[in-house]
C-alpha cells in the first residue's frame, strides 16, 4: 500500500534523495573549487612597457603632446641622456 511493497522504498523515494544530496555536495564542491582557484593565482605582476623611456618620451614630444620644457624636465627627472640635442 503507499508505494511499499516490502522494502524496496530505497529504489524509489530513497534513489531519489539520494541523489539530489549528492548534486548538493558536488555543487557545493564545484563551487569552493572555483573560488580557490581564483585565489590561489597571485596577481600578475608589473610587466614594463615593450617600448624604453626615453623612446616613449621622444614619441610624446614628437606627437606633440608635451613642450619641449616637460622633455626636458622629465629627461632630467629620470637621468635620461640628452642625446646632445638642444
Do not use: C, N
Not at 12 to 28: H, P, Q, S, T
Not at 36 to 46: A, D, E, I, N
Amino acid at each position: 500500500m503507499f508505494g511499499y511493497e516490502g522494502g524496496h522504498m530505497f529504489w524509489g523515494d530513497g534513489l531519489v534523495m539520494l541523489v539530489f544530496w549528492l548534486a548538493v555536495i558536488m555543487l557545493i564542491i564545484w563551487g569552493l573549487g572555483g573560488l580557490f582557484s581564483r585565489q590561489s593565482s597571485p596577481p600578475s605582476p608589473y610587466t614594463p612597457p615593450t617600448e624604453d623611456t626615453a623612446a616613449i618620451l621622444q614619441r610624446r614630444y614628437a606627437l606633440g603632446e608635451i613642450s619641449r620644457d616637460e622633455y626636458l624636465a622629465i629627461l632630467k627627472d629620470l637621468h635620461l641622456p640628452t642625446g646632445g640635442r638642444s
